[in-house]
């Protein structure tokens, strides 16, 4: 499966663009500031419906536009699909595929899996818990339909029972126990899924180290949860079920909810020592691309499919070395997509390319071919 065409209609700074890829590896050179981060933003919105770096859907519309729209030819395996996702400001997403509205956005979900690999993939070690739960999220709704629902699920049982903590209103403690259920039955569902895929990205990540650092440095990944899930998900209900009870006073007092999988957060160890305070910068920023690249693997895994990567301007910040290494890993895994500044930071590439040069918010093929330096680039 693969990505043949992508057309953008008043998206970022593209007021109408064109683009035809290369079934394996695509490269954006240009300025900064140009575009190149627009593209990939977009496939990656056909892959899951929601931007990597847009607060708003809105910031995504061209300034001064109503509307926008990303439109994608999808080469599968039965066949061509045109697949279509029209932004209008302030109102919902609309998703066509093959011309056909769909009725839920989740929809798309899996059908294009993607990973994006970015200079703020540091902030994955070095930022706050939410940033991990995040990378979770983004990994396991590619993969999982239900995990999504009860994402959603939890969340609105969650918003409901923070407004009636901050509000204080009459007959509260009756009031929580209404919403204390589904927090408790799709917050175990969440925790359970997140332990398991942990365990996963414990391996996955610990590989990926491994060959980035010639065998010198162990990472693990821990889960670690507001409560013990090492049980059956029925178990891990009655016993949030028991811990809300037990936090009821502390809530009241607090005015917000503070046991569930809103409260999760990630431990990354290397060699024993927690990466976030004890990790040089160089430490964190490979755990980072180690998280990334076992993500890559998981994804191919559930999908099973090789997701797209997404490669936003990172090569620059590798060394020679590392740089080998990853055009070597994308060689074995699905069609590529990535931006520089320079076709110095692809010379390692061996695998046939497109290149194509961004500027002002337009996209123009340089070449297509072995990647090596020329003076169109």
Known sequence: MHVCSLRLSHFRNYQSAEVEFHPQLNLFLGSNAQGKTNVLEAIYCLSTTRSFRAAVDDEMIQFDEEAG??????????????????????KPKTLLVNGKKQ??????????????????????????????????????????????????????????????????????????????????????????????????LSEFAGEALKDLTGGMEKFEVRYEPSLSVMATEVFIKEKMLEALVKARREEIARGISILGPHRDDLGLWVNGQMLRKFGSQGQQRTGALALKLAQLSILAEGCHTAPLVLFDDVMAELDEKRQA???????????????????????????KARIFRVEAGQVHMTQEGPVKLSAAV
């Open 69 to 90: 729209a990303i439109e994608s030819v999808l080469q599968r395996e039965e066949g061509q699909e045109r697949i279509r996702l029209e932004m209008r400001k302030s």
């Open 325 to 351: 290494f990853f055009l070597n890993r994308l060689q074995q895994g699905g069609q590529a997509f990535l931006t520089g500044t320079t076709a110095v930071d692809f010379a390692a590439a061996s695998s």
């Open 103 to 200: 009725k839920k956005l989740s929809s798309l979900l899996g059908r294009l899996p993607a990973v994006v690999f970015s200079p703020d993939d540091l902030f994955l070690v070095k930022g706050g818990p939410s940033l991990r739960r995040r990378y979770l999220d983004a990994m396991m709704f590619q993969m999982d339909a239900g995990y999504l629902s009860h994402l959603q699920q939890y969340d609105r049982a969650l918003k409901q029972r923070n407004s009636l903590l901050r509000k204080r209103v009459v007959n509260l403690e009756s009031q929580l126990d209404i919403w204390d259920l589904p927090l408790a039955e799709h917050g175990a569902a969440i925790m359970k899924r997140r332990f398991e895929i942990s365990a996963k």
